[in-house]
């Protein structure tokens, strides 16, 4: 258990529906990431926060959207889905705001829009 | 941009050794990780190189060679449980922060 926590675990929705993703980071980690994997592919940043604030962003399309809130949780927000949105969404956090390293990944949320 | 390469599988014996390389083009360099990711399961890190060299953690070693944009991970006493994909991720420059980039993962089936 990496101590990271990402609801819901599983999520089923129609093609043109907005979804919303969330994760807590671990107990004293600023930075939240949140990155993409589509069947048998690496993993695809997306975007990352730090202490509230966007630190990097990376290929996240503009129909999705995150944030990160006072008590450091984020959501990811996707809108307009479409099949091809469907995959596994993982949220990582680390203490600092180096993308390096060592980063904590959260189980997931799968996606899967039909 | 970044890019990097692994061999999509490899296959291996119980007790045997092991070695997945990476090779990697990229603006800018922090340093080279490695995670692994049980099926459906979140990734975990392994190990992280800033500096040419071997770093050993149990079975499991990783190389970095910078001038060669380099790596590799060797996983030693092989075990059923280190069935699993293995990805190798390079740390960059993204804008006044890093990010990090992942390869497309090497697929570990270790047979009895």
């Known amino acids: 258990d990496s101590g990271v926590t990402q609801t819901p675990k599983h999520l089923i929705t129609a093609t043109g529906q907005r979804v919303t993703l969330r994760c807590s980071p671990r107990s004293g980690d600023l930075s939240v990431y949140w990155y993409q994997q589509s069947l048998d592919q690496g993993l695809q940043f997306l975007i990352q926060y730090y202490n509230g604030e966007e630190r990097a962003k990376g290929n996240i399309l503009e129909r999705f959207s995150a944030q990160q809130f006072p008590d450091l949780h984020s959501e990811l927000n996707l809108s307009s889905l479409e099949l091809g949105d469907s995959a596994l969404y993982f949220c990582?956090?680390?203490?600092?705001?180096?993308?390096?390293?060592?980063?904590?990944f959260g189980p997931g949320t799968r996606l899967t829009v039909l | 941009g970044q890019s990097l390469e692994q061999p999509s599988e490899v296959t291996a014996v119980e007790g045997a050794i092991v070695q997945i390389n990476c090779t990697y083009q990229t603006s800018g360099f922090y340093g080279l990780s490695w995670y692994q990711q049980h099926d459906g399961g979140a990734p975990t890190f392994l190990s992280y190189n800033a500096l040419d060299g071997l770093e050993e953690t149990g079975r499991f070693s990783s190389f970095l060679s910078r001038s060669d944009s380099y790596g590799y991970l060797l996983l030693q006493e092989l075990q059923m449980k280190d069935s699993a994909s293995y990805f190798c991720?390079?740390?960059?420059?993204?804008?006044?922060?890093?990010?990090?980039?992942f390869g497309s993962g090497t697929q570990l089936t270790v047979l009895p």
């Open positions: 990582a956090s680390s203490v600092g705001e180096a993308g390096g390293s060592e980063q904590f």
């Open positions: 991720a390079v740390s960059s420059p993204r804008g006044s922060a890093r990010q990090l980039t």
